[in-house]
């Protein structure tokens, strides 16, 4: 049997989501846009509501959610401002790889530290490097064995939370002989050795903190490594493929706000005698907006189903993230286009909306990166 209505648990989520948007997120988010930092006062507030850690287990002091509620609190925060709910979500991300391939020990230290601490605490995925974007096989950033534990030396970019992190998940090669299979991944908590480069002055999602990390010499104990050696890009990849149904719902949340500010400006905007919504090519752009949300929805949500289930929705996540990253382009493009020139103007909102729009064709595996591993699993279905 296939429903699609939530629960009503997940609809009071979605209606106390919905409340902390309006009157914490929305009556910030330009100025803090135009500041380029995130507002902490926010994430705090956030935190206490149980929205940073939703999808870690009750036992560890996370809100025990399901993919499915973390996708309606992604939708829910992005509505509001998408800079600010990368940084209040990558917590979702980031602690996937220590919920899945992290021992005990590590789930009770690490999981802890970021939910039960009264003040957030922010945790960091570092992957991402200056030569190796798309190509993660590509990156350089060594862990060399010494006796009992690894030292780490490299650089990492685009990392969201570098500079507010306390922990970091980070990607490095133990064996650069073997390229994607001689990667490894640790827990690395903030201390000495770990630099925070410089800040990216981006062009959207600017109330997010996105740094450099340059890690010298950084020691880290050997009971700190994920999984087994070699097994890091294992761990970034599924983490990555369970995780994109989020990535899905925060282009979502832009999405939909882009449609809910074009279809109230078009009733209201008056142009040779009649409001715009009269006008068959506005109803055109309105009615192609909806489809296509309305559709990366459903594929989102199906994504997030089947990680509910224990599944790994490869082939189902990457849809998902690519239509809905697609999908928040045009309803962002579409949303100025129907503002006309007030569109190009930072006194509406849709002028931060089209620049925020972009990151979700980019992060968490580029569209075109999707594509190919579309095909991909298509291609495993042939026989």
Known sequence: MIGFDLSEEQVALQDMVAKFVKNEIIPVA??????????????QKAHELGLINAGVPEEYGGAGMGMMESCLIAEGLTYGCAGIATSLLLNSIAAIPIMFFGTSEQKEKYLKLICESEEIKFISFAVTEPGAGSDVAAITTKADK??????????????????????????????PSKAHKGMS????????????????????????????????????????LLGKEGQGFAVAME??????ALAAATALGLAQRALDESLKYACQRVQFGKPLISQQLIQKKLAEMSMEI????????????????????????SQAKAMAGDAAVRAAVEAVQIFGGYGY????????LYRD???????????????????????????
Do not use: C
């Open 30 to 43: 330009a100025e803090y846009d135009k500041l380029g930092m995130l507002p902490m006062d926010v994430a």
């Open 146 to 175: 010494k006796n009992s534990e690894y030292i780490i030396n490299g650089r990492k970019t685009f990392i969201t939370n570098g500079d507010l992190a306390s922990i970091y998940v980070v990607l490095a090669k133990t064996d």
């Open 185 to 224: 991944a640790f827990i690395v908590p903030r201390g000495e050795g770990i630099i925070v480069g410089k800040k990216e002055d981006k062009m959207g999602i600017r109330a997010s903190h996105t740094v450099e990390l340059i890690f010298e010499d950084v020691r880290v104990p050997e009971k700190n």
């Open 239 to 244: 983490a990555l493929d369970r995780s994109r």
């Open 294 to 317: 309305d559709a990366a929805r459903l594929l989102t949500w199906r994504a997030a189903w089947m990680v509910d289930q224990g599944k790994l929705p490869i082939l189902e996540s």
């Open 345 to 352: 103007s930072k006194e509406y909102p849709v002028e931060k």
């Open 357 to 383: 729009a972009k990151i979700f064709q980019i992060y968490e595996g580029t569209n075109e990166i999707q594509r190919l591993v579309i095909a991909a699993e298509l291609a495993k279905k042939v026989k």
